[in-house]
């Protein structure tokens, strides 16, 4: 069983920053790819990064630039740094991992971008 669990949301004002931390229980995190996905109360879970076995990254368009992630396969833990944040950031905030044809989810953290 895969367990996940993301901490580091919290409040913080415009401009400012937050990072994010999934630790993935078993040895197998190094072998797959992570992401991490936000979404609002009655809409889509979007993507925001994703990062391969091999360190390969992708983001969201909107994120280009501000956010990064990053993996510590000796913790297996994998991050995301937020800079430059905006209110348009707003969000749950959640980490997952694909096996097989099994998705993994975290319980998700809040992260409210406000003045």
């Known amino acids: 069983q895969v367990r996940l669990v993301e901490s580091g949301g919290g409040l913080v004002q415009p401009g400012g920053s937050l990072r994010l931390s999934c630790a993935a229980s078993g040895s197998i995190f190094r072998l797959y790819a992570m992401g991490w996905y936000r979404q609002t109360p009655g809409k889509q879970r979007e993507l925001v990064a994703t990062i391969s076995n091999g360190g390969s990254t992708n983001y969201a368009d909107s994120v280009k630039g501000r956010f990064t992630i990053s993996r510590d396969n000796a913790k297996n833990t994998v991050y995301l740094q937020m800079n430059s944040l905006k209110p348009e950031d707003t969000d749950v905030y959640y980490c997952?991992?694909?096996?097989?044809?099994?998705?993994?989810w975290g319980q998700g953290t809040q992260v409210t971008v406000s003045s």
């Open positions: 997952n991992i694909v096996i097989g044809a099994t998705t993994y």
